[in-house]
C-alpha cells in the first residue's frame, strides 16, 4: 500500500511539473505573438509539442499560424487539438473559415463550439473581428435566429453589461425576473455574487462562492470572482492563495502573477511578491506596470538601489509617461536626494501639470534643499489644485 502511495504522488508531481510547463510554454509564446513575433512563437511551441502532445500547445501555435497568415498550418493545428480534446479546435476553426470568406464552413465549426463545453459567449462572438466578412452574409443572418443560449445565459450576459456600464439597479431588475422563473442554482448563485462583488459586499460573495468553489475546486469564473472579493474585503493571504488555485490550476494568465505579487506584497511577502513579478517579466520585459510594481516591492523590501534600477529602466523605455518620473523621484525623495527627486518631479509636471500630489512633494523637497521661496511656490499650486494636505506647509513656511 505504501509503495502505492508514494507512486501515486511521484506520479501527481510529474504531472503538476509538466502542466506548469505547458502553461510556462503558453505564456510565453503568447507574449512573442502579442510583440508581432510569431515566428519565434511558432519555434518555440514546436519544440514545446515535440515534448509533450497537448490541445493548448497546439490552439496556440494556430493563433501564431493565423498572426503569420499561413491559415493552412493554423487548420491543422486546430484539427489536431480537436483530436487530443473533443471540440477544443471548433473556435478557432470557425474564426480562420470566416478569415477565408467561407461563412458556410465557419458557421458549421461555430455550431460545433456552442454545442461544446468550449461554448463562447455572443458577446465575445459578436465583438471577435474575424467574423467581420462574412456578419453581412445572408447564412449568418439566418444562423443566429436559433436560440443558441438559454434564458438564463442570456440574463447573466445582460447583468454583466449592466455591471459594466455602473448600472446596478438595472442588473438588479434582471436577476430579479431571472429568480422569479428559476429555482436557486449555480448559476443564478454565480450572477447575485457579479451584482454583490459590485456593489462592494465581499463578504456576501465570498460566503456564496467559497459554496460553489466547494463543489468545482477548478472553475475559473468563481475563483476569479473570489480572489476579487477577497482582495476588496483586505483580505490578500485569501487571495493570494486563490491566485494561486487559479494558477495551479493551469490557467494561463500571466495578469495573475502580478495581482498574486500585489497580494505577497500587503502581507510583508515581498521576497514571494519579487519572485511572481520576476518570472511575469520574463515574458514581459518591457511592461510599464510591472516595471513600476517591481521597482515598488524592491523599495518596500529595503532595497533602494535596486528600485533605482527598476525605475529608471521604466523611464528609458517610456520617456512620456509622467508616472515612471513620479516613481524615480519619490524613490529619490524616500533617499534624501532631494535635487534628483525636484528634477524628475519637475519633469512629471511637464507631461502632467496638473497633479496636485507631485506639486506638493517637490515643496517638500525644495523646502529640505534650502529653496524655501520656490518651495511655497509649489505649496501654493498644489493648494489652488485642492489638495488639503499642504496647508501646514504652507501655515508653517509661507506665511510672513
Known sequence: MKKIIT???????IATVYGQQTVDYILKSRALTEAGKPEQAIYLLNGAIAETKESRLYIERAEANILKGDYSAAIGDFNEANKLTPF???YGLSRIYALKGDAATALYHLELNLKSPFKKSEKEIMLDPAFSSVENRQEWRQFWKKEWYSITEKSISEIEYYISAGKIDESKDVLTELKKSYDSNADILYAEALINLASGKYSDVMKVISGLVTLNP??????RILAKAQTGASDPAGASTTYSQLLSSGVADAGMLLLRADCYTKTGETDKALIDIRKYLEFYPDNSAALSQAGKTEAKSGDNLKALEYFSK???LHPNDPECYIDRADS???SKSWDLAINDYSMSLDLKPANSDVWLNKGIALLNSGKEEDACHDFRI?????NKRVTDYLSRNCIK
Open 332 to 334: 529619490y525623495f524616500i
Open 7 to 13: 507512486l501515486f504522488w511521484i506520479l501527481l508531481s
Open 314 to 316: 521604466n523611464l528609458k
Open 88 to 90: 477544443s479546435g471548433e
Open 218 to 223: 477548478d472553475n475559473e469564473k468563481y475563483l
Open 382 to 386: 498644489s493648494f489652488r489644485l485642492g
